[in-house]
Nanobody
Framework: QVQLVESGGGLVQPGGSLRLSCKRSRSIYSPVVMAWYRQAPGKERELVAAIYAGGTTKYADSVTGRFSISRDHAWNTLYLQMNSLKPEDTAVYFC?????????WGQGTQVIVSS
């Protein structure tokens, strides 16, 4: 069983920045892909950014150029650098990992963008 723990959320003004972290419990297996999703009130959960084992990254159109996903070499920690934040980025952000055919989720971290 893999555990994912997010941190780094909070309240930030429009135009500000936050860096989210997701710590993955130790495992002898590495993920095929890790990703950040978000869910705003009354909306479905959506993919924000993903990073694959080969290094390829993918971003939602709404965050391209503003957000950056990265990880450490051992897949122990996943990051999401969020710049130029907008009120519409307000959501609970979830970490996701896919390894050995199973999908794991963190509990989420709240991001609120408001003046």
């Amino acid at each position: 069983q893999v555990q994912l723990v997010e941190s780094g959320g909070g309240l930030v003004q429009p135009g500000g920045s936050l860096r989210l972290s997701c710590k993955r419990s130790r495992s002898i297996y590495s993920p095929v892909v890790m990703a950040w999703y978000r869910q705003a009130p009354g909306k479905e959960r959506e993919l924000v950014a993903a990073i694959y084992a080969g290094g390829t990254t993918k971003y939602a159109d709404s965050v391209t150029g503003r957000f950056s996903i990265s990880r450490d070499h051992a897949w122990n920690t996943l990051y999401l650098q969020m710049n130029s934040l907008k009120p519409e980025d307000t959501a609970v952000y979830f970490c996701n990992a896919n390894q050995r055919g199973s999908t794991f989720w963190g509990q989420g971290t709240q991001v609120i963008v408001s003046s």
